[in-house]
């Protein structure tokens, strides 16, 4: 099976919580992989996502320890308006 990771960058406008996750996360920019696998169609290409994840910290913070945690596609449309950048 083929599979993919796409990566997108989204920002949130202020803090925001996540289940399983001590605390706030600040307002600001985050790197988010949406894995992906191809679906096997007759006449045309096609994904399916699989899992997703978000990255922690924020992307401007400096801290040496990071992390992957993931998150429905519902819960991250959930927590804030934000907006998707494709990279």
């Known amino acids: ?3 993919r990771t796409r990566q997108t960058i989204v920002h949130f406008s202020s803090e925001f919580e ?3 996750v001590n605390g706030p ?5 985050y790197r988010v992989d949406h894995d992906e696998e191809q679906i ?3 006449s045309q290409l096609a ?8 990255h922690l910290p924020a992307i401007a913070e400096q ?9 429905t596609p519902a819960n991250l449309d959930a ?3 934000f907006r998707r950048e494709q990279s």
Not at 25 to 29: C, D, K, M, R, S
Not at 63 to 71: F, G, K, N, S, T
């Open 1 to 3: 099976m083929i599979s």
């Open 18 to 20: 996540l289940s399983g």
């Open 25 to 29: 996360q600040p307002a600001g920019e």
């Open 40 to 42: 096997e169609a007759a």
């Open 47 to 54: 994904w399916r996502r699989v899992n997703t994840f978000i």
């Open 63 to 71: 801290r040496p320890a990071r992390q992957m945690v993931p998150i």
């Open 79 to 81: 927590l804030s308006e």
